[in-house]
């Protein structure tokens, strides 16, 4: 089935720590998005990328890195420079002038 | 920069009956589009509608239509036969360019009671 995965659903991580989220999609969308959601204040662009090797910044992106090797990944980095991490996470994708579509989320938790 | 209010933060409706959950939206360009998402428990994001803003017809989805008035800068969706698996969070996004960029409301809370 085509779709988009996000690994793993929870995620546990001490403060100070970089921590990676997964997101693969089989759809051969060309773009890719990482939202982040909190409590009240709907959905915020991290990152996006178009192509493969290209991406931009959204409207929260310090903080975070990303990378895009593969048409398939893109991986989200969230650094200890990141004052706030916890928080619920969403891989979404899309072709040129369509919807996005999303992947199940993950939680992260940092303590 | 692209906004998009949802002024509701929860509504409710009885099983069968029908609810209108209210979204506007500022924007200078001319072509992009509208979505309403809902997101249940589960939080995995459903797309439910689309609309084109150089549509002029309203876009309907099954029970799921839209008002839409461009103009207006409004964009509403109508839920008819409400069930109970309705019961969700739903965002009203806008986009435009080729590769979407969306923005995001804040969601409006539908509870539907029994």
């Known amino acids: 089935d085509g779709g988009i995965t996000q690994s793993p659903k929870y995620l546990f991580r001490k403060e100070g720590q970089n921590v990676t989220l997964s997101c693969e999609q089989n759809l051969n969308h060309d773009a890719m998005y990482w939202y982040r959601q909190d409590p009240g204040q709907g959905l915020r662009l991290i990152y996006y990328?178009?192509?493969?090797?290209?991406?931009q910044k959204g409207d929260i992106a310090e903080g975070y890195s990303v990378s895009r090797e593969k048409k398939e990944s893109f991986p989200l980095t969230v650094t200890s420079a990141q004052k706030n991490p916890t928080a619920f996470y969403l891989c979404?994708?899309?072709?040129?002038?369509?919807?996005?579509?999303f992947g199940p989320g993950t939680r992260l938790t940092v303590t | 920069a692209q906004t998009v209010t949802q002024s509701q933060p929860e509504m409710s409706v009885q099983e069968a009956e029908t609810v209108t959950l209210s979204c506007t939206y500022d924007?200078?360009?001319?072509?992009?589009?509208l979505f309403w998402y809902k997101q249940p428990p589960s939080r995995q994001m459903i797309l439910v509608i689309r609309q084109e803003a150089y549509k002029q017809q309203n876009a309907t989805e099954n029970r799921f239509s839209v008002n839409f008035q461009k103009a207006a800068k409004s964009f509403s969706l109508k839920i008819s036969d409400s069930q109970l698996g309705d019961a969700a969070m739903y965002f009203c996004a806008y986009g435009a360019g080729g590769y979407q960029k969306v923005t995001f409301g804040i969601g409006t809370k539908l509870q539907v009671i029994p």
């Open positions: 990328s178009q192509i493969v090797n290209d991406f």
């Open positions: 924007t200078s360009e001319s072509d992009y589009y």
């Open positions: 979404a994708s899309s072709m040129a002038g369509y919807e996005q579509y």
